[in-house]
T-cell receptor, first 113, second 115 residues
Framework: EAGVAQSPRYKIIEKRQSVAFWCNPI?????LYWYQQILGQGPKLLIQ????????DSQLPKDRFSAERLKGVDSTLKIQPAKLEDSAVYLC???????????FGPGTRLTVT | AQSVAQPEDQVNVAEGNPLTVKCTYS??????LFWYVQYPNRGLQFLLK??????LVKGSYGFEAEFNKSQTSFHLKKPSALVSDSALYFC?????????????FGKGTMLLVSP
């Protein structure tokens, strides 16, 4: 079974630029999550999708972050414009349903200079 | 609000010795509890979970965890540590009585196993 795929693995941008991350969850997984992991901290949920609907985006900085999950499968997370404090690893995860364990992709390491 | 505490930033153990990584939690309802491991430049890997039933949960790579409701703890254990167990370990909790409650992670504990 293929795992959660993410791209790119690494990205370096200057502040005020925009960036997008892509995630392909495990086939058949209804729930998809985006997390932000700052160095030395545990992952923090940014947004949770159930199929193609948003069920929790309470911690998403909506003035600069946006996410969508087209057709309930792939998802993209965008930051526009980026700030220095956005430097982090962005993790995508999926699960069969919200009650089940989550499976994580390798993450995208973003550096904002 | 739900929360997780991992009181140790780092745990050091010699290979072959037993290891324990501590976790305590706080939720208003009944907890779902998870342990994940993260190797350098990798995503998190699921180790084990507690939902209901037996308080001793067995997981991947010989790890186990004991759920203690009265102490609100879910410590990760392994009888005999391997050097390859060296990694960052995260405990996480969600409230099973709250519809779409999120998974809250602790800050992580670095486990270093010396040869």
């Amino acid at each position: 079974e293929a795992g959660v795929a993410q791209s790119p693995r690494y990205k370096i941008i200057e502040k005020r630029q925009s960036v997008a991350f892509w995630c392909n969850p495990i086939s058949g997984h209804a729930t998809l999550y985006w997390y932000q992991q700052i160095l030395g901290q545990g992952p923090k949920l940014l947004i949770q999708f159930q199929n193609n609907g948003v069920v929790d985006d309470s911690q998403l900085p909506k003035d600069r972050f946006s996410a969508e999950r087209l057709k309930g499968v792939d998802s993209t997370l965008k930051i526009q414009p980026a700030k220095l404090e956005d430097s982090a690893v962005y993790l995508c995860a999926s699960s069969e349903d919200r009650a089940y364990e989550q499976y994580f992709g390798p993450g995208t390491r973003l550096t904002v200079t | 609000a739900q929360s997780v505490a991992q009181p140790e930033d780092q745990v050091n153990v010699a290979e072959g010795n037993p290891l324990t990584v501590k976790c305590t939690y706080s939720v208003s309802g009944n907890p779902y509890l998870f342990w994940y491991v993260q190797y350098p430049n990798r995503g998190l890997q699921f180790l084990l979970k507690y939902i209901t039933g037996d308080n001793l949960v067995k997981g991947s790579y010989g790890f186990e965890a004991e759920f203690n409701k009265s102490q609100t703890s879910f410590h990760l254990k392994k009888p005999s540590a391997l050097v390859s167990d060296s990694a960052l370990y995260f405990c996480a909790v969600r409230d099973m009585n709250s519809g779409y409650s999120t998974l809250t992670f602790g800050k992580g504990t670095m486990l270093l196993v010396s040869p």
